[in-house]
Nanobody, 115 residues
């Protein structure tokens, strides 16, 4: 089986930073794409950022210039550096990994931006 383990969430003040990590392990040698979705109460799930095995990145307009996604292909691990955090970034963040036609999901980590 494949597991995605997320870490790095927490409570931070507006303008602060957090770094999320997501590591894929188990019966998988590599992933095609990894990234994060987020979901806040009363809102639809949205794609925050993604990165392909080749290093191509994609960001939601709301986080461009503030968030940076990166990956270590050898470790099947993806990182999301979140800077200049805003209250509207508050959500549960879910890591995902796609391999061919199968998508795997992490357990989620809560990010709360509040004074």
């Amino acid at each position: 089986q494949v597991q995605l383990v997320e870490s790095g969430g927490g409570l931070v003040q507006p303008g602060g930073s957090l770094r999320l990590s997501c590591a894929a392990s188990g019966s998988i040698f590599s992933t095609d794409t990894m990234g994060w979705y987020r979901q806040a109460p009363g809102k639809q799930r949205e794609l925050v950022a993604s990165i392909t095995s080749g290093g191509s990145t994609n960001y939601a307009d709301s986080v461009k210039g503030r968030f940076t996604i990166s990956r270590d292909n050898a470790k099947n691990t993806v990182y999301l550096q979140m800077n200049s955090l805003k209250p509207e970034d508050t959500a549960a963040y879910y890591c995902y990994a796609r391999k061919t036609r199968v998508t795997y999901w992490g357990q989620g980590t809560q990010v709360t931006v509040s004074s």
